[in-house]
């Protein structure tokens, strides 16, 4: 898995230590080529990073460039999911979803188990305002979650892409 590391955090630590690159090959057990790629482009190996965190006496994080942290994706991604997966996913969403709010909105009894599971896993002294927030997200996920299901077994029967 490629990585994208800070160059300047990269040159900044090299600089520190008064190293050029050919000195941080040697130390960090790295070719020299690597070394200049790396701190040329951001872009290295997940054992190249880990020399370097090591050489440097710090995290892989704190070598990371901020604004790309590794995105870790699972093998059932909604971003997997084939367009028509995706079509299905909302066609069955948007009115479970509806259906579902519009029950617990006007307070029918079938709703009743959002509430006793809400107040089984909250204090009861939470105001109103935000139990209802929470028994509003807790309808939303058990709702919207099993509602993925019939665009992965689309793309399932399909051999999509969301099994890849």
């Known amino acids: ?26 130390v960090s057990g790295l070719s020299l080529r690597t070394i200049q790629r790396v701190e040329k482009t951001g872009v290295a190996s997940q054992e190249t990073a880990k020399s370097l965190a090591a050489v440097y006496e710090c995290s892989i ?17 909604f971003s997997k999911m084939s367009p028509k997966a995706k079509v299905i996913h909302l066609l069955v969403l948007l009115p479970a979803l509806s259906v579902a709010f519009y029950l617990y909105w006007i307070g029918h009894n079938a709703t009743a188990w959002v509430d006793i599971l809400r107040d089984s896993v909250f204090s009861s002294s939470i105001s109103d305002d935000r139990q209802d927030k929470i028994s509003f ?14 665009g992965y077994i689309y793309d399932y029967i399909n051999k999509q892409c969301a099994f890849d």
């Open 1 to 26: 898995m490629e990585m994208e590391l800070n160059k300047d955090t990269l040159k900044n630590q090299r600089d520190s230590r008064a190293w050029s690159q050919t000195q941080l090959a040697e």
């Open 61 to 77: 994080t704190e070598l990371v460039a901020k604004n790309q942290l590794p995105r870790v994706e699972g093998k059932f991604a």
């Open 137 to 150: 997200l807790i309808v939303a996920l058990v709702v919207g979650l099993p509602s993925l299901v019939p």
